[in-house]
């Protein structure tokens, strides 16, 4: 069993910077990927961005990242806090939702369904 909860979600003006933290308990969190999903208000939630656990190989790369967001977030993970984080930089209006960390046995996805764990979420809100 794997708990997460999400922090650092907050107000910023466009251009700016958060980091969104993930606190994971249970002791198969970094066997697992981590993954950040966002949710706006109407629309379906999406994938942002995904790390690797340690079951899987990182030879063939370890982080993979929505195109919207290639290049202004970073995810990374500390497997000896248990915590996975999203670093994110140039922020968008269009980046305003709430944001979900979730884990899950699975090499690296994009798929919400892939996902077995889910946090409850933390918004962020970008102003223009």
């Known amino acids: 069993q794997v708990q997460l909860v999400e922090s650092g979600g907050g107000l910023v003006q466009a251009g700016g910077s958060l980091r969104l933290s993930c606190a994971a308990s249970?002791?198969?969190?970094?066997?697992?990927?981590a993954g950040w999903f966002r949710q706006a208000p109407g629309k379906e939630r999406e994938f942002v961005a995904a790390?690797?656990?340690?079951?899987?190989?990182?030879?063939?790369?370890?982080?993979y990242y929505a195109d919207s967001v290639e290049g202004r977030f970073t995810i990374s993970r500390d497997n000896a806090k248990n915590t996975v984080y999203l670093e994110m930089n140039s922020l968008k209006p269009e980046d305003t939702a709430v944001y979900f960390c979730?884990?899950?046995?699975?090499?690296?996805?994009?798929?919400?369904?892939?996902?077995?764990?889910w946090g409850q979420g933390t918004q962020v809100t970008v102003s223009s």
């Open positions: 979730a884990a899950g046995p699975v090499g690296i996805g994009s798929d919400p369904s892939e996902y077995e764990y």
């Open positions: 249970g002791r198969t969190f970094n066997m697992y990927a």
């Open positions: 790390h690797r656990g340690l079951t899987w190989s990182w030879s063939v790369g370890n982080k």
